[in-house]
């Protein structure tokens, strides 16, 4: 009987050490798998990181691509905007042209002079250089005060002995008036014997530098 007793003892602490041990080994299968899917989380947010950081990479080069669009897109608006600012510009000039052309047509020398855009039977006299240019005195015979006008410095007018349109008329530019006289600068000055006539003309100059 005490054998049998001793026996069973035995035989109840092996299987009591046989179940700790399988139970030991779970958790330690367990911990390893949770380690294990722990790195492959990592792995993964590893990948996922290398995968944003490789976007962000392809951003960055791909953003002078980018802003050379914009700049080639701005620049093409800044030349339409210029040939839209010429184009107005020289619909104004010949506008301009056209208006001056028509009143030189069809208004008579006193409804210039009355209107400011004429001045007549004034001398001319060559009283040095400007700029290169002939600078050329315009006064009223006989010591008279300059008749009502309309001119100012830098205006261009035509210089004529009867009728501005015709071949023979020559451009001056305002450089200084006075009461007594109007001074010009001309490439070919006048001569000067007889009397002359102003006549408002268009400025080309202005509308040159404008377009330019």
């Known amino acids: 009987g005490s054998m049998a007793f001793a026996f069973w003892k035995h035989l109840r602490k092996a299987r009591l050490f046989a179940w700790s041990r399988a139970k030991h080994s779970s958790a330690r299968f367990a911990s390893r798998g949770h380690r294990q899917r722990t790195v492959l989380l990592e792995s993964g947010g590893a990948e996922e990181?290398?995968?944003?950081?490789?976007t962000k990479r392809s951003t960055k080069k791909e953003?002078?691509?980018?802003?050379?669009?914009?700049?080639?897109?701005q620049a093409g608006l800044t030349r339409a905007w210029v040939e839209?600012?010429?184009?107005?510009?020289?619909?104004?000039?010949?506008?301009?042209r056209r208006i001056i052309v028509e009143r030189l047509n069809?208004?008579?020398?006193?409804?210039?002079?009355a209107a400011g855009h004429a001045v007549g039977d004034v001398c001319a006299e060559k009283?040095?250089?400007?700029?290169?240019?002939?600078?050329?005195?315009?006064?009223?015979?006989?010591?008279k005060t300059l008749s009502f006008h309309d001119f100012?410095?830098?205006?261009?007018?035509?210089?004529?002995?009867?009728y501005p349109l015709l071949e023979g008329a020559l451009k001056a530019q305002i450089i200084?008036?006075?009461a007594n006289y109007i001074d010009c600068a001309m490439g070919v000055p006048p001569q000067q014997d007889g009397v002359w006539r102003l006549d408002t003309g268009v400025n080309e100059a202005v509308y040159s530098r404008c377009t330019k």
């Open 84 to 96: 839209n600012y010429r184009s107005l510009i020289n619909m104004e000039f010949r506008e301009e």
């Open 63 to 73: 953003a002078p691509v980018c802003k050379e669009s914009s700049e080639h897109k």
């Open 127 to 143: 009283i040095g250089e400007f700029f290169g240019e002939a600078r050329v005195r315009f006064k009223m015979a006989y010591g």
């Open 176 to 178: 200084e008036i006075t």
């Open 106 to 113: 069809q208004w008579t020398v006193e409804q210039l002079v």
């Open 152 to 162: 100012q410095v830098g205006n261009r007018i035509i210089v004529s002995r009867d």
């Open 49 to 54: 990181e290398e995968e944003s950081m490789q």
